[in-house]
């Protein structure tokens, strides 16, 4: 315990400077403790000359009293009470004197010659002048002699009295002296006491803090080969060597700086390079453009860009478990053609697509047959990378070399990421076929539904015409013929019309032209074919509507107003939109109308309504229809603001 104390005091500054506070604390409250002792006892020694002092004055007062007596009487009773009175004083002070008084303070010096003196003191008050002040005290008759020898028994008393309190001021004058001393001594001691404080804290703290500033001067001004004294083991020799090992550090940092800064501008600029050339693949690649377009641009810009001498692009047909090779750079004919289509995991590239992982071929090292085609064709090294998106592999490209090339790390994570970003590409291309194949499809289907509403309901009004006249004609019945030909005509004008309107509808173009001037053709070409006027309310303060929804509303539109046409009867419409926040769009007509829960059963359901919710839920919007027989219909569209595409 003790010594791991001292090692603590040795190598701590902090316990330093704390045990240094102590041990100077520990003697300033010595020495103050000291003197204030001897204040006390110099208090004390003042009070027992005071006291002894008085022990004179009191036996010269009863001496003055015996002494005033006359010869042949006794004391008279003011006297005796006098003398007893100075008695109980004086015999109180000799035993305060004897054994002190901490509350004044009293106390008499415990040396030898003075308490041997008190005790002969008290000895010849005891016994000489007590027995003779109880005999006087009694009555007993002054003679002659009487005064006189109280006197001289008075001048010994007070001799003796006299011989203790000069020896009490001379301890009294030796305690003064050592509390003077005492006082210089704790002045000296304060004042050395400060200079080795001062001393010791230079040597501890402020000259290790001036080399510390010093060194870090000289480092600043470039000196880099500065060092600093290592002295003891406390906090500041610990700091020095660790400024020691910073300027060891530095040292080294300056002493190569030039070749690390220029090992630092190689890899910057490489970086960059890859960075530019990931940026310009990147922008290629996600053009719109055929797939073998795709590949062939992301070959010719990769295949200089690492120094290559040709490469390929093979796609993974996961049907079959064969690649096939979609485009080729720089590979001579031969190779190609047995490039075209070969098995997943036959050869060491196909295996790589397999797997899905980066290889690297170096083919002289290799003298299987399976490379004899890439080493007759001049080629050292074949890079395999996996052209892949998050959940699957599409397949694989190579880069060929005609010498021994060595890959870094760098460059082997960016190759890699070129094919993640080719992968992406061709999967968008992918998907975007899918979409617009997808597209086609339901646009055909809503055109197949918007046939059989109109145009093969014509023709099977007009097959069914055309028996009933076949019947007629053979029994000859000209009145119904007569009647069937009207019917006929009128068929075909409406067949007709309808075809009109769908080759109108079909015309639409997906552009970016104004709402209220597409609306207003549409309206334009249904006044037209009808001769129905239209009151068109426009608001389009709102935001502009995605070229998807723009479309659908204006199909939407177009089938209410072919509905209109044919069925309603009506001899006016009224169209109104509202394009604010949320958009509105709502086609009222006052024609016949009819019953929305028989019309939209299942067995009787409508085809053109069925098309314009189709409509209304591909752009997430709510389609309402009211219609009341005979008071007309009221057929509205709300597209929420939640819902709406930014355009």
């Not at 002040?133 to 008759?141: F, N, Y």
């Not at 030796?174 to 200079?195: E, K, N, V, Y």
């Not at 079959?320 to 031969?334: A, K, N």
């Amino acid at each position: 315990m003790m010594a791991n104390i001292i090692d603590t005091v040795k190598t701590r500054l902090t316990a330093k400077i704390t045990t240094m506070l102590l041990v100077a604390l520990v003697f300033a409250l010595m020495a103050i403790g000291y003197t204030l002792w001897l204040s006390w006892q110099l208090e004390g020694a003042a009070a027992a000359i005071n006291d002894s002092g008085s022990l004179r004055m009191r036996a010269w007062k009863i001496a003055a009293i015996v002494n005033k007596t006359p010869a042949g009487q006794t004391l008279n009773s003011n006297d005796i009470q006098d003398i007893t009175q100075i008695r109980r004083a004086f015999e109180k002070t000799l035993a305060e004197l004897h054994s002190g008084d901490p509350q004044r303070p009293l106390f008499l010096p415990r040396q030898t010659a003075i308490q041997a003196h008190l005790i002969e003191l008290d000895q010849d008050w005891q016994q000489h002048f007590s027995p003779k002040l109880d005999l006087l005290l009694a009555g007993k008759i002054f003679e002659q002699g009487t005064s006189q020898d109280w006197q001289q028994q008075t001048t010994t008393l007070v001799n003796k009295i006299h011989i203790t309190v000069n020896l009490v001021e001379k301890e009294y004058a030796r305690q003064t002296f050592w509390l003077r001393s005492s006082q210089m001594m704790l002045i000296l001691l304060a004042l050395t006491g400060t200079l080795v404080i001062i001393i010791l804290l230079h040597l501890m703290i402020v000259r290790p803090v001036t080399n510390l500033y010093q060194g870090l001067q000289q480092m600043t001004a470039g000196d880099f080969t500065v060092r600093l004294p290592i002295e003891g083991h406390d906090e500041f020799s610990q700091l020095s060597v660790g400024f020691n090992a910073m300027a060891d550090e530095l040292q080294q940092l300056y002493a190569d700086l030039a070749q690390r800064v220029a090992e630092k501008t190689d890899s910057l600029e490489q970086k960059n390079r890859y960075l530019s050339v990931l940026y310009d693949i990147s922008q290629h690649i996600n053009r719109h453009q055929s797939l073998e377009e795709l590949c062939r641009n992301f070959l010719q810009r990769i295949v200089p860009e690492f120094g290559a001498s040709g490469g390929t692009v093979r796609l993974i047909d996961k049907s079959s478990d064969r690649v096939y090779l979609v485009v080729d750079e720089g590979i001579p004919p031969s190779l190609s053609q047995q490039m075209q289509c070969q098995t997943l995991g036959s050869c060491f590239c196909t295996t790589a697509a397999k797997l899905g992982k980066t290889a690297i071929n170096n083919l002289d090292t290799h003298f299987s047959p399976h490379f004899s085609h890439c080493l007759s064709a001049g080629f050292k090294v074949v890079l395999a990378i996996p052209i892949q998106t998050a959940d699957k592999n599409q397949g694989i490209f190579n880069l060929h070399f005609n010498d021994n090339r060595v890959f870094n790390p760098e460059e082997i994570i960016l190759i890699e990421t070129l094919g993640q970003q080719l992968g992406v590409a061709i999967a968008n291309q992918r998907l975007t076929s899918h979409e617009k194949e997808l597209a086609i499809i339901e646009e055909r289907n809503l055109v197949a539904q918007g046939l059989h509403d109109s145009i093969v309901q014509s023709l099977s009004f007009l097959n069914l015409q055309l028996q009933l006249l076949q019947n007629a004609v053979k029994q000859e019945n000209l009145a119904q013929i007569a009647a069937a030909i009207p019917l006929l005509k009128t068929g075909v004008q409406q067949g007709y019309e309808d075809l009109r309107e769908l080759m109108g509808n079909f015309r639409t173009r997906y552009d970016d032209s104004q709402l209220e001037a597409a609306i207003g053709a549409v309206i334009r070409r249904f006044t037209e074919q009808s001769h129905i006027p239209i009151t068109l309310t426009v608001d389009n303060s709102g935001q502009p509507l995605a070229n998807a929804e723009r479309l659908q509303i204006l199909f939407i539109l177009q089938e209410a107003l072919s509905n209109i046409r044919k069925h309603a009867q009506c001899s006016q419409v009224k169209v109104r939109v509202l394009n604010r926040a949320d958009f509105d769009l709502s086609i009222e007509d006052n024609g016949v109308g009819f019953i929305p829960n028989e019309v939209c059963s299942t067995a009787q359901k409508h085809i053109g309504l069925s098309i314009m919710q189709e409509r209304a839920s591909r752009i997430n919007a709510q389609f309402e229809l009211n219609s009341v027989l005979n008071q007309g219909t009221i057929i509205k569209l709300h597209l929420a603001q939640e819902q709406r595409q930014k355009a």
